[in-house]
């Protein structure tokens, strides 16, 4: 007998009939001997339209009650999935954050979960009920609502998987999985049997919308094997685990590429300390978040910086950095928003030289021009024009033999 | 400085524009020195499209998961609430049934409450917050949520009244207040500015919608001084109070009818011991409350029978009744669902001879025809045939003076 911990998503979950083969598929886990803990998220649709309301109300709603309100969507859920498990002749029982004791912090919209009471659960399984948890919520140490910000169900369901050392994590979404790269630019993307945390990590915040990186970290952190696949096929999706030797003979698991980045490039910055705080200062104060950031080797003690923002963040941080420009004595400011970064990953590169060198041969080849450049242990990223991302993708993934399984050894 | 507690109802807090508007008008209260605890209902149409969302998932919805889904209709009503209110300036905080702790027994979707414990809301009021309390719900003693039934929110707020021993517990809705008569029925019907507890009862379960029964009872039984009034007017309404020596001049109050109830006769029933519960209890069984209840007196040892059922348990009334009629040796069942109930209600009855008397000589002088008599210290119901009901109610409410401010002696 294992214990699991499934989590459904929006989509999943997204009609009555969709709860109800949800309710089917737990029901055949159950019947299978396992000991049931679902966690599901707020049936599609309904977060926007709860903070639509809020909006109606004001422009900038109270974060406090915010949550107060879209807390309501998953508890809906819960309730209706129950409902469904019950009617279908097995016992059931949902628990919101409140009532499994799911202790956060206070930042109310991007809780963190501090504590997981797991006592009222193991009560309930214990009756052989099926346990529906409301997904993203929690209670701060007064008794207040909270949520755990994007993808916070994943993170709910991790976290309990933690907390219950359940047996395994199961994620379903409306994707059957992890892939090579994203099968709508690439028709031979594959869909990987496993992934290390690691590399789900860097695939995460690249731009795969498979997992949200809170969940992976928190997966990463107290080893709780993911199981990443679709609630609407049958089939095995991806296992997201903890690396093992054998993985590091694949030298490049993955290609993603995220368009929702800007670039901003600072002409002749002379070469003094604190000009860097100077620049960068403003948009820490904004809030925006500055990705990549390149420094020219200084010649003559001026250099050109350039650094990337998120898209929306673009044309603020065209401001406040023009603003700062003059009174370094900077000669001109350039944006740039026609721009993607495309990455590969993969814990191979650890032990293969070369990789760095071969990507940008890649590239080369099709003349797609490398605007910037980044790398870290497991993952080298290329800033280039955002029209080739499609062929650079498509070329990445060819290259590097994405497409075929691993040969084994 | 008065604590007040306000409700209000889903037509109240129908839009986010009306939420908006009772913002206002709490944030007016609150700026004349008073603490406000705020109960509010869930926003008109929410309530039946959740109960139509777990129809759909199954005939027969659990009922603890139907209060788990319920629930969220008063919880969205009081986040948009109190984001409106911080939104113009003023702090509010809002608590869900758990929060305050409104324990309650575990009959989920009739739920009595038991206890309230004020130490969270004190602690908002006393921190300068309007406080805004989710109506209809609490927690059993397992942490379980409940609601408390229909008009639950009503109850919520008098049993806050009651518990914070509030000065004032105003009961807002789409009515300005208790009206002699239904005005739809009789254009001279007037407000009445004051009206006692046994009276508001007597109206409620007599067919006027304006409180419901368990909240004037829970009023009546802690002395919480209600005032209903209209939440689109400024003028004053109905203060419902503990009776006073002065209300028992006025001998009449209100003219109510019901037009709900049905008839059910068993003709020549033997006058034996044990008959009676032989045709009622299959019909308590089936869960049909039986209102009226009027024998004749025998003769010969044989007697006739009649009772009235709500309309919607006629059928089935009617089918249990026949089948022991035969049993018991009854000669014929008749049945009539062309029937309506007339009432007029007064404490001043209790010292007022030949009230009974006058009721019957209006309804005579009219050809209306009285089918079934039933009295109460301070109420007479007549059962007429429905099509006189409108007619009735006019004159009963010309010839009892309701029309005229009751004089001075």
């Keep these: 007998m294992a214990l699991i911990v499934q ?6 979950v997204g009609s009555i009939e969709k709860i109800k083969n949800v309710a089917k598929r737990v029901i055949r886990f159950f019947n299978e001997g396992n000991q049931m803990v679902v966690v599901l998220s707020a049936m599609a649709g309904q977060t926007d339209r709860l903070i639509q309301l809020a909006h109606q109300v004001c422009d900038d709603p109270d974060r406090r009650e915010l ?16 409902m469904a498990v019950k009617s279908m002749g097995y016992d059931a029982c949902s628990l919101l954050g ?43 140490p007064h008794g207040n609502l909270t949520t755990l910000g994007r ?18 994590c199961e994620i379903y979404t409306d994707v059957d999985g992890v892939y090579t790269t ?5 028709p031979k993307a594959r869909r990987l049997p496993q992934i290390s945390y690691d590399e789900m990590l860097e695939m995460a915040s690249l731009g795969a919308k498979v997992l949200e990186i809170r969940a992976v970290e928190f997966a990463k952190k107290y080893n709780v094997p993911l199981h990443v696949r679709s609630s609407f096929k049958e089939e095995e999706g991806t296992m997201v685990v903890a690396e093992t030797k054998d993985m590091e003979r694949v030298v490049v698991s993955g290609v993603t590429y995220n368009k929702n980045e800007a670039r901003i490039t600072v002409r002749k910055v002379p070469d003094r300390p604190g000009t860097a705080a100077k620049i960068f200062d403003p948009l820490f104060d904004a809030g925006i978040v500055v990705d990549m ?32 420009a003059e009174e370094i004595g900077a000669s001109e400011v350039i944006g740039d928003d026609n721009i993607s970064k495309v990455s590969i990953v993969g814990v191979g590169m650890r032990n293969h030289a070369g990789i760095a060198h071969r990507m940008f041969d890649v590239l080369a080849s099709e003349n797609i021009n490398i605007l910037m450049i980044s790398t870290s242990e497991i993952k080298i990223s290329c800033v280039i024009e955002e029209k080739y991302t499609e062929l650079a993708v498509r070329v990445l993934h060819d290259a590097f033999g994405l497409d075929e399984e691993p040969k084994e050894e």
Tied chains: 1, 2.
Excluded: W
């Design 151 to 168: 993808g916070g169900s994943d993170t709910t369901a991790v976290a309990l998987a933690a907390a219950l050392k359940a047996d395994i």
């Design 182 to 186: 994203d099968p709508n630019i690439c």
């Design 98 to 140: 409140f009532q499994v004791k799911i202790f956060t912090d206070d930042f109310y919209g991007k809780a963190r979960i501090h504590n997981i009471d797991t006592t009222r659960i193991r009560e309930e399984l214990s009756q052989n009920r099926i346990v529906a948890v409301a997904g993203f919520q929690g209670i701060d």
């Design 67 to 82: 949550d107060v309100l879209m807390t309501t969507g998953e508890q809906v859920s819960v309730a209706l999935f129950s």
């Design 7 to 12: 989590k459904y998503g929006g989509t999943s």
């Design 293 to 324: 950031i390149v420094q020219n080797a200084s010649t003559q003690d001026i250099t050109d910086l350039t650094f990337t923002v998120s898209k929306p963040d673009f044309k603020k941080a065209m401001e406040l950095v023009r603003n700062v």
